[in-house]
Structures are given as C-alpha cells and as structure tokens.
C-alpha cells in the first residue's frame, strides 16, 4: 500500500462532496476511478494534493505510512505526490522550462541530490519532448500560456516524466486529446511505470485505459467508491452507465 | 530660495514682471494654475506641498562645457558628456506648450534660463544618465528633443545620486516626434532612502505618421510623481506603459493626459503595479478624444497587485469622448497575486515563497519584455530584481 485513504470527509465551501470514501492504492498498480459529473474525482486528487479548495473535516489520508494532512503542498509533491490538473491553469511571464527546471531542482535537493544546470536539464528535457511530440518551443514560452488543450496536457505529461513521482493522479489527461495525443501520452505513462509507482486515472472513457491497462477500475459515486472490479467492469459502465451502482452498505 | 514665494508676488511686482521679464507668461501660467496643494487635481496623491515649502540652495545658471563620452551624462541640471554624432547644446526655447495642465511644467521652464537641446541625427540608441550631487538643493532642467523624419531612436533614461538629501528636481522633457519617425523613451528609475524628490513634467507632441513609445520603470521606497502631457497629431501613434515596484511609504506613479487631435490616432497605455508594505501606486490618466480625432484606437488599462497590509492602488483610468465613432477600451484591476497560478507551482514542489517570487517577476516581465533592446531589457530587469530582493534582506 502506498496510498490509503480511510473515511474521508471532505467539503467545498459549505458542501460537503466526499462523504466517508476509502481507497487505497497499491504499489505498481494502475487504479482507474470512473464516475458521473459532479461526483467528486475532481475533489479526491485536490484533497490528495492539498488544494486549498478543499476542507477535510473528517477521515486520513496516509501515504508511505505517514499522515498527509499535515503537509503543504509543496511538501507533499516534494515527497513524491504528482497530480496533472483537469484544466492546467495559465501563468503568463513564467518561462516553461524555468519552472520546470526550478521544480525538478526543489525535488532533487529535497532527495539530496546535486542541482542540474541549465545545460544539462535541457539535455533531459530534449529527450522527453521528442518522445512525447512536443515542438522544442513549448518550453521556452511562457507556462501554458496560449496552449491548445492537448499541448496543456502534454506539459503536464512532460513535468511528470522529469520529476519522477511516486504516486501519479492523472485527472482526465485524455480529455481534450486527438488520437495522436493520446497515443503518446499514454506511452509517456507506461515507461513511468515500474514496481514502486502507482497511478490514478480519473476518466470518462475506455479508449486511453485499452493503452494503460489499469489492475482495478473504481466507481466513484456520491462522495464514496461504491464499486470496485477489474478492467471488465469499463465494458459494463460504457453500455449500462451509472445508474445501477448503488451504495451496497 | 522658496517656490513658494513665487505665488505670492504683490500686484505691483506682477505687473513689473509683466514688462521687464522675458518670461512673465510663464509667471502668470504658474499664478493661474497655482502651485500644487493638497487640493490640486493632479498632485493629490502626493505631497509635493511640503516640499514646496522647504528653502533650496539655488545656484544662478552656469552651464559647464561639455566633454566627449559614451553616452549624455546630465549632472546636477549641467550636461557634462555626450556622444559624438548627437547634437547637445543649450538653447532658448519659445516653444512651451502654454495648454499643459501642469503649473510645475511652467515652473520648470521659468527656472530655465535656457533648456537643454538634445538633436538626434539619424537612428540612434542613446543613454542618458541623470546624476544628482547636491543635497538641500533646487535642481531645475528642462531638456528639449528633435530628431529626424524617418529615423528611429530611442533614449534609454538612467539616474544616480550621491548625498542628494532634500533636494527637489524638476525637470521635463518637451518632445517633438518628427513627422513619419519613431522614437522611444525608456526611463529606469529606483529611487530608495528618499535619496532625493522628484517631480518630472513632460510633454510630447507626436507629428504626423510619427509613433512614440514611453516606458516608464519605477522602482524603490520612495516618493516621486511624473506627469505627461501627449498630444497626437493625425496617424499618429502612442505606446506607453508604466511599471511599479513600490515598497516602503513610498507614493510614487503617473500622471498622463494623452489628447487624440487628428484623425486615426492610436494609444495604448498600460499600467502594471506592484505594491509592497505601506506604498501607494499612481496611475491618474485620462485620454481624451477630441472632435477632430476620428477613427481613434484606444486602449487603457491598469493592474495592481497589492502584496502589503497597507498597500493601495489609486488606479483612476479616464475616458472622455467627443466623437462617436472610436476603438476603445480602458479597465483597471486591484487584486493579489492569483491563488490558482501559485498553488499550481507549489504542487510541483516550489516553495510558496519561491512560487510568489515567480509571479511577481513574471507580472513585472510582461512590461520588462516589451523592451526589445536585449542588453537595455536585461538591465530593467536587474533594477527590478534589485529592488525585489532588496526587500527580501531586509
Ligand atoms: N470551487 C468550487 N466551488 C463550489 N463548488 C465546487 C467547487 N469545486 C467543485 N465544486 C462542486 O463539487 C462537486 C464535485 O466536483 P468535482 O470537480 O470533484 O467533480 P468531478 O467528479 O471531478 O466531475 P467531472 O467528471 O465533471 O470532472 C460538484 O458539484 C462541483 O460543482
Ligand atoms: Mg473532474
């Protein structure tokens, strides 16, 4: 187990949107979550990362066997939690590869290693880009500032092949992504996976889990998990949706 | 001497003025509008009132010559360098525009025997540098520019100041964009420990087919006011932008009348301010559309970020309107810095301190890289990165 997550209650503003919800994740698996609009994905992986949005008033979440909710958010990623976001927001003035190298040099002195110098990140960062089919201009213009959709969800793609997370959420990375796109998306997530690392995928769709090959498929509905099955269960939801998962306790 | 008195000259000694001094228009401009108070429109977010009071050493005018150097050094209100292939020389001038709105514009010129005239030949990048050496001091210059129809130049504006305490410097430029030419006017200023006060006036006319660009960057913890008065002629064009990084006490910012007088007149204009601690942010403009300025394009807009407890932006963007048919558009906005953009960076490992850092560089560069001269961009950077950090150590 490297993430457990154990009767969590959670608010937006005065609404609370999870209502008990217990997940855990396993080392070097792929857990995808599924669930209608509105049901409170969105709300889990901020509540993971620490977003401000979100109150926890009741349950834990424990990672590597330690409380998170007592970590900011930077402390939390710098312990290896990575999310890429449903809508990446714009920084203006932020040079992509200076926030990309500022971040992944914050991970590396955080695990004691030497800082990287700007030639040999952009050596790093070269070879991401080309795998993933990113124009080298990408990086040296300003943080998703003018990004079509699909180029958003590739620069979060690329920050999470350099830091190297543990625990990966991918919030609908495939949404918004042309065949192409995804394709390659989903090729950058199979080379992070490895023995250690474990995923969750929130999404609406079949397609990108035919690439990633999740272990478990989970239903999130009204602020709980109400159902847990393996991959055949994404069949089943896309023919019958969600209507007849019902909380069984 | 006090610019005080200059107001409360008896009748007798006006009318004395009036035929035996050369200037007495200017004298009964500066009677009319009256020295700045506390009431005056444009000088009421600042306290120039005070300083008007004070008593200056004031030395009777002793131009130096002028040596060869690498760029124009103006030192105390005297040229002391320039440049060959620019013409600076000191010259009358009867050319003052007797419609500014601003009474320390005419002062300036009343103070100057003769002003400063800087003639551009050619297309030219120029530093000018303004060194101030005198403290308790009443330091007066008015510096006129010419340059040439279809020529590009740009003056890179620097200041420097050395046991300048309670001194107060007034100058100006009076500007004449050539017909079909462009010039620019890049001003770097930080100003920290009151190291001396400034009120700088100016006015622009910008000729026919001509375009003029005015960036304005201003730094540090202390007060100074600039106020411009810009007037387009028919296609003509004018591209201002004003950045502040104020901290301190300081109340610092801009003052601007742009008038739109011939037909498809284009301005922008763009205030970006970043306030820290107790500063006050300026940014009082109005544009205005005269009748005769049809088919004008207009742009207006002013952001602030307050990043102190007592931090406060008085961001009056004005709009006023003879014709009916124009491009316009003028907002401003106040707020802090963007909580989705820094909890972005932080969930990437950046330190919240790091990740604010970030933003404010990155609000300031937006204006920053409107400067296309690389070596002239870096240096605007370092002044504000300067300033930045100053706060940092402290
Ligand atoms: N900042 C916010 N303010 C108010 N309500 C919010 C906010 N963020 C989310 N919500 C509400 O919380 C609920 C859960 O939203 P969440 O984004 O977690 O859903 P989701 O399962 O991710 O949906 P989708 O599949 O559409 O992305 C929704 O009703 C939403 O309107
Ligand atoms: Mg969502």
Same mark, same amino acid.
């Given at each position: 187990m490297i993430l457990d997550i154990k009767n969590l209650h959670a608010?937006?503003?005065?609404?609370e949107i999870l209502k008990g919800l217990n997940l855990s994740l396993e080392k070097g698996k792929v857990h995808a979550i599924m669930g209608p609009n509105?049901?409170?994905?969105?709300?889990?992986?901020?509540?993971? #990362?620490?977003?401000?949005?979100?109150?926890?008033?009741?349950?834990?979440?424990?990672?590597?066997?330690?409380?998170?909710?007592?970590?900011?958010?930077?402390?939390?990623?710098?312990?290896?939690?990575?999310?890429?976001?449903?809508?990446? #927001?714009e920084v203006p003035g #932020?040079?992509?590869?200076?926030?990309?190298r500022t971040a992944l040099n914050a991970k590396r002195i955080h695990d004691g290693k030497e800082e990287l110098n700007a030639a040999q990140f952009l050596r790093l960062m070269r070879e991401h880009l080309t795998a993933l089919g990113m124009k080298p201009d990408m990086v040296s213009r300003s943080l998703n500032e003018g990004f079509s959709g699909g180029e958003k969800k590739r620069n979060e793609i690329l920050q999470m092949l350099i830091l190297e997370p543990d625990v990966i959420i991918l919030d609908e990375i495939?949404?918004?992504?042309?065949?192409?796109?995804?394709?390659? #998306?989903?090729?950058?997530?199979n080379q992070m996976k490895d023995e250690k690392r474990s995923f969750l995928?929130?999404?609406?769709?079949?397609?990108?889990?035919?690439?990633?090959?999740?272990?478990y498929i989970h239903v999130l509905k009204d602020g709980k998990i109400l159902k847990t099955a393996g991959v055949d269960l994404v069949e089943k939801l896309e023919s019958e949706g969600y209507d007849w998962i019902k909380d069984e306790l | 001497m006090r610019l005080i008195n200059l107001t409360q000259l008896s009748a007798i000694e006006l009318d004395e003025c009036r035929n035996k001094h050369p200037k007495h228009a200017l004298i009964e401009k500066v009677q009319t509008l009256g020295l700045p108070t506390r009431k005056s429109e444009a000088y009421r977010y600042v306290e120039v009132e005070p300083l008007l009071r004070e008593t200056y050493e004031y030395a009777e005018f002793a131009p130096k010559p002028i040596v060869y150097g690498e760029k124009i050094i103006i030192e105390d209100g005297y040229v002391t360098t320039a440049p060959k292939g620019i013409r600076v020389y000191y010259s009358d001038f009867d050319d003052v525009n007797m419609n500014h709105y601003d009474p320390l514009y005419f002062l300036g010129h009343l103070l100057s025997p003769k002003v400063i005239m800087i003639e551009i030949d050619g297309d030219s990048d120029i530093e000018l540098l303004h060194r101030f050496t005198k403290s308790n001091t009443l330091i007066s210059y008015r510096i006129v520019i010419k340059n040439q129809t279809n020529r590009h130049a740009s003056i890179y504006e620097y200041f420097e100041s050395k046991n300048a305490q309670n001194s107060l410097i007034l100058y100006g430029y009076d500007i004449m964009v050539t017909q079909d030419s462009t010039l620019g006017i890049i001003k770097n200023q930080t100003i920290n420990d009151n190291a001396y006060n400034m009120v700088a006036s100016h006015n622009v006319k910008v000729g026919k087919q001509a375009s003029m660009m005015l960036k304005t960057f201003d730094f540090g913890d202390s007060s100074a006011l600039q106020l411009l008065n810009i007037e387009l002629d028919t296609h003509a064009m004018v591209d201002t932008g004003h950045l502040l990084y104020l901290l301190g006490h300081a109340k610092r910012g801009t003052v601007s009348k742009i008038v739109h007088k011939g037909e498809h007149t284009h301005s922008t204009q763009e205030a970006k301010n970043i306030l820290d601690d107790g500063a006050r942010g300026i940014f009082d403009a109005l544009i205005k559309v005269e009748q005769s300025a049809k088919y004008t394009k207009t742009r207006q807009n002013s952001k602030a970020i307050l990043l102190g407890e007592g931090s406060f932006m008085v961001a009056k963007p004005q709009l006023e309107i003879y014709i009916d048919e124009l491009e316009a558009s003028h907002g401003s906005t106040t707020g802090q810095l963007n909580n989705n953009q820094l909890f972005?960076?932080?969930?990437?490992?950046?330190?919240?301190?790091?990740?604010?850092?970030?933003?404010?560089?990155?609000?300031a560069n937006t204006l920053i890289e409107t400067i296309r001269d690389g070596r002239q961009q870096e240096k605007?950077?370092?002044?504000?990165?300067?300033?930045?950090y100053k706060k940092d150590l402290s």
């Amino acid at each position: 187990m490297i993430l457990d997550i154990k009767n969590l209650h959670a608010k937006i503003g005065d609404k609370e949107i999870l209502k008990g919800l217990n997940l855990s994740l396993e080392k070097g698996k792929v857990h995808a979550i599924m669930g209608p609009n509105g049901a409170g994905k969105s709300t889990l992986s901020k509540a993971i #990362v620490g977003h401000y949005d979100v109150e926890i008033t009741a349950g834990d979440i424990s990672y590597k066997g330690k409380s998170l909710l007592e970590l900011s958010p930077e402390e939390r990623a710098l312990e290896g939690i990575f999310m890429s976001f449903q809508n990446p #927001v714009e920084v203006p003035g #932020v040079n992509n590869a200076y926030f990309l190298r500022t971040a992944l040099n914050a991970k590396r002195i955080h695990d004691g290693k030497e800082e990287l110098n700007a030639a040999q990140f952009l050596r790093l960062m070269r070879e991401h880009l080309t795998a993933l089919g990113m124009k080298p201009d990408m990086v040296s213009r300003s943080l998703n500032e003018g990004f079509s959709g699909g180029e958003k969800k590739r620069n979060e793609i690329l920050q999470m092949l350099i830091l190297e997370p543990d625990v990966i959420i991918l919030d609908e990375i495939d949404s918004g992504l042309d065949i192409d796109a995804l394709k390659a #998306v989903s090729e950058g997530i199979n080379q992070m996976k490895d023995e250690k690392r474990s995923f969750l995928v929130i999404t609406h769709y079949s397609r990108i889990l035919d690439y990633l090959k999740p272990d478990y498929i989970h239903v999130l509905k009204d602020g709980k998990i109400l159902k847990t099955a393996g991959v055949d269960l994404v069949e089943k939801l896309e023919s019958e949706g969600y209507d007849w998962i019902k909380d069984e306790l | 001497m006090r610019l005080i008195n200059l107001t409360q000259l008896s009748a007798i000694e006006l009318d004395e003025c009036r035929n035996k001094h050369p200037k007495h228009a200017l004298i009964e401009k500066v009677q009319t509008l009256g020295l700045p108070t506390r009431k005056s429109e444009a000088y009421r977010y600042v306290e120039v009132e005070p300083l008007l009071r004070e008593t200056y050493e004031y030395a009777e005018f002793a131009p130096k010559p002028i040596v060869y150097g690498e760029k124009i050094i103006i030192e105390d209100g005297y040229v002391t360098t320039a440049p060959k292939g620019i013409r600076v020389y000191y010259s009358d001038f009867d050319d003052v525009n007797m419609n500014h709105y601003d009474p320390l514009y005419f002062l300036g010129h009343l103070l100057s025997p003769k002003v400063i005239m800087i003639e551009i030949d050619g297309d030219s990048d120029i530093e000018l540098l303004h060194r101030f050496t005198k403290s308790n001091t009443l330091i007066s210059y008015r510096i006129v520019i010419k340059n040439q129809t279809n020529r590009h130049a740009s003056i890179y504006e620097y200041f420097e100041s050395k046991n300048a305490q309670n001194s107060l410097i007034l100058y100006g430029y009076d500007i004449m964009v050539t017909q079909d030419s462009t010039l620019g006017i890049i001003k770097n200023q930080t100003i920290n420990d009151n190291a001396y006060n400034m009120v700088a006036s100016h006015n622009v006319k910008v000729g026919k087919q001509a375009s003029m660009m005015l960036k304005t960057f201003d730094f540090g913890d202390s007060s100074a006011l600039q106020l411009l008065n810009i007037e387009l002629d028919t296609h003509a064009m004018v591209d201002t932008g004003h950045l502040l990084y104020l901290l301190g006490h300081a109340k610092r910012g801009t003052v601007s009348k742009i008038v739109h007088k011939g037909e498809h007149t284009h301005s922008t204009q763009e205030a970006k301010n970043i306030l820290d601690d107790g500063a006050r942010g300026i940014f009082d403009a109005l544009i205005k559309v005269e009748q005769s300025a049809k088919y004008t394009k207009t742009r207006q807009n002013s952001k602030a970020i307050l990043l102190g407890e007592g931090s406060f932006m008085v961001a009056k963007p004005q709009l006023e309107i003879y014709i009916d048919e124009l491009e316009a558009s003028h907002g401003s906005t106040t707020g802090q810095l963007n909580n989705n953009q820094l909890f972005y960076l932080q969930s990437r490992g950046i330190s919240k301190i790091e990740a604010r850092k970030m933003l404010i560089i990155a609000f300031a560069n937006t204006l920053i890289e409107t400067i296309r001269d690389g070596r002239q961009q870096e240096k605007i950077q370092k002044s504000f990165e300067e300033a930045f950090y100053k706060k940092d150590l402290s």
